[in-house]
């Protein structure tokens, strides 16, 4: 599979097309569609360590029309430069030559004539001028172009940097033009749509859960088993301690509670612990760092889900969200408290 290979931008907005990619039986499309929805977990989450699944047009059209749906702009167009981005890298790999960028040029709708002697390409000034303001630096100014025969003569590296931007440009101009009842329809059947916004709130945005005071009871499995594992004297490996510091971070609990948590490890080391809950919590390092997803505490045999409903739903795919979901379903039956966050 070539990475957006054949990129159409107004098959984006094609409600037949669309129809077709959402209601497919065809296991290609069912597995075009997984991808989108891999993406789109992926890129929710930007502190990312796990490969990113691979992209491609189709995949990329559905979850366009899924973030519709969800409608966080910002999400939205951090899938657009994502794959803004694998095009651009694509296009600057050594395995393409100036015929395959040519080729892929076309497919996009841009005509880059390759010439093999001078290792340049000759771009339509019509469609330079389209992008070219879109990226800053002199060198891509239309007074420092060369030109032949009114075409604009580019480099593989300004070639790059051109299709990036048409490829912007057209996604975002093109998911403009989606109506919102039209997405509304589409995505209907689609199961995981408000677990989708429930996390991106809880994960992607970055802000500080306003979920009330901190809840035990409301924990995932997972970090109530690295509490007791702590407790029974077990020395947890380094990714339990960051992700159950994290989340007690994000749902709100006091740094210093959470210093005193670790206060019944068998190693504590109150100076190396406060510096560490410092670090991950952001007091020193900046950062503000989420816990790690599902997926990732399963593939380092750290989750405990066993037979817990809510873990064991196909769209659960964070302890946080876990956490919000719970909370969230008892603060709306009247539970509601303010937070203890200090
Ligand atoms: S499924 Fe997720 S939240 Fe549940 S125990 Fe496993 S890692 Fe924790």
């Not at 891509?140 to 931007?165: C, P, W």
């Not at 560490?276 to 599902?294: A, L, M, R």
Request: proline residues 5%; negative net charge.
């Amino acid at each position: 599979m070539i990475p957006l290979y054949n990129f159409k931008p107004e098959k984006i907005g094609a409600i037949g097309e669309i129809e077709n990619i959402f209601r497919s039986h065809d296991p290609a499309m069912a597995d075009a569609r997984k991808r989108g929805q891999e993406i789109i977990y992926f890129l929710i989450d930007s502190e990312k360590n796990e490969n990113p699944p691979p992209v491609d047009c189709i995949s990329y059209y559905y979850s366009l029309w899924v973030l519709k749906g969800v409608n966080e702009n910002p999400l939205l167009t951090r899938t657009i430069n994502y794959h803004r981005d694998v095009l651009e890298k694509l296009v600057m790999d050594e395995k393409l030559d100036g015929d395959d960028i040519e080729t892929y040029a076309e497919s996009m709708g841009l005509s880059a004539e390759f010439d093999p002697l001078k290792e340049v390409f000759y771009l339509p000034l019509n469609q330079f001028v389209s992008c070219n303001s879109r990226l800053s630096g002199s060198r891509y100014r239309l007074s420092y172009q060369l030109f032949r025969n009114g075409d604009v003569i580019l480099n593989r590296e300004t070639l790059a940097k051109i299709m990036r931007e048409y490829f912007v440009l057209n996604s975002i101009k093109e998911v403009h033009k989606i109506r919102e009842e039209d997405a509304l329809s589409i995505l209907q059947d689609i199961d995981y749509i408000d677990s989708l916004k429930e996390l991106y709130k809880v994960v992607g945005s970055r802000g500080i859960l306003d979920l009330g005071s901190v809840d035990f009871k409301m924990f995932p499995p997972c970090i109530n088993e690295y509490i007791s594992q702590m407790r029974d004297g077990v020395n947890l490996p380094h990714m339990a301690r960051f992700t159950m510091v994290s989340f007690l971070n994000k749902v709100g609990m006091p740094r210093d509670d959470i210093i005193s948590l670790f206060k019944t490890a068998p190693d504590f080391n109150e100076r190396m612990t406060t510096y560490q809950v410092d670090h991950v919590t952001g007091n020193i390092s900046g950062t503000e760092y989420s816990p790690p997803k599902c997926s990732v505490l399963q593939s380092n045999h750290l989750c405990y889900k066993g037979d817990d409903r809510l873990c064991n739903q196909e769209w659960l795919k964070h302890p946080l969200q876990y956490y919000s979901i719970k909370k969230r379903a008892v603060m709306s039956q009247g539970g509601a408290q303010t937070s203890s966050r200090k």
